[in-house]
């Protein structure tokens, strides 16, 4: 159980485009899911936090404009790479934390890998 | 603000060796702490977490970290190694910060065990 799935997991796009990348909890409901990117030999940064049904919480320094969140459901939040360039090259990676609250885990997908060029 | 460190980003170890990882925060508040690992080509998943109580905790395939709150540190061991552990192993921190919560991950420990 505790699947996340990420769509899609490699996508290539042109400089000024916008790209939208998928997060899916599979077999369980997540009221919190987490956007993070990961740089080369870097650790996960949060970017934002998403909560279903409001206004996504993003980290300092990461622009709300350009990194657009929707979680619509208890089972998907969508994360949008507005106009994008290729410093938004990056490893982007969700995250999903089960409704049960006390166990304050979370499932990982398995990362998108977003090129710019 | 919370922080984590891991003190060593590259350890290489032969097959049988002891594995004692590092890794330290810095927040003063209640944590619940985690271990995480990505082996080559896969996604990170969790190997133990340690929310209250007996501050030894197992994991999965023979992991074990040891809390200690004097020293805000939460050390991965595990007393022997093998081929399959060479991974990517992530120490995170969990913290109330400003009315939510926050997980913050260290730098990462790539582990290689050597046959």
């Not at chain 1, 998907?76 to 982007?92: C, G, I, N, R």
Request: hydrophobic share 35%; net charge positive; glycine share 8%.
């Amino acid at each position: 159980g505790a699947v996340v799935s990420q769509h899609p997991s490699r996508v290539i796009c042109k400089s000024g485009t916008s790209v939208k990348i998928e997060c899916r909890s599979l077999d369980f409901q997540a009221t919190t899911m987490f956007w993070y990117r990961q740089f080369p030999k870097q650790s996960l940064m949060l970017m934002a936090t998403s909560n279903e049904g409001s206004k996504a919480t993003y980290e300092q320094g990461v622009e709300k404009d350009k990194f657009l969140i929707n979680h619509a459901s208890l089972t998907l939040s969508t994360l949008t790479v507005t106009s994008a360039h290729p410093e938004d090259s990056s490893f982007y990676i969700c995250s999903a934390r089960d409704v049960d609250l006390v166990r304050y885990e979370q499932y990982f997908g398995p990362g998108t890998r977003l090129t710019v060029t | 603000a919370q922080s984590v460190s891991q003190h060593n980003h590259h350890v290489i170890l032969s097959e049988a060796a002891s594995l004692e990882l590092g890794c330290n925060y810095s927040y003063g508040g209640t944590v619940n702490l985690f271990w995480y690992v990505q082996y080559p080509g896969q996604h990170l998943q969790l190997l133990l977490k340690y929310f209250s109580g007996d501050p030894l905790v197992k994991g999965i395939k023979g992991f074990e970290a040891e809390f200690i709150k004097s020293k805000f540190s939460f050390n991965l061991r595990k007393p022997s190694v093998q081929w399959s552990d060479t991974a990517e192993y992530f120490c995170a921190v969990n913290a109330y910060s400003g009315g939510y919560q926050k997980v913050t991950f260290g730098i990462g420990t790539k582990l290689q065990v050597i046959p």
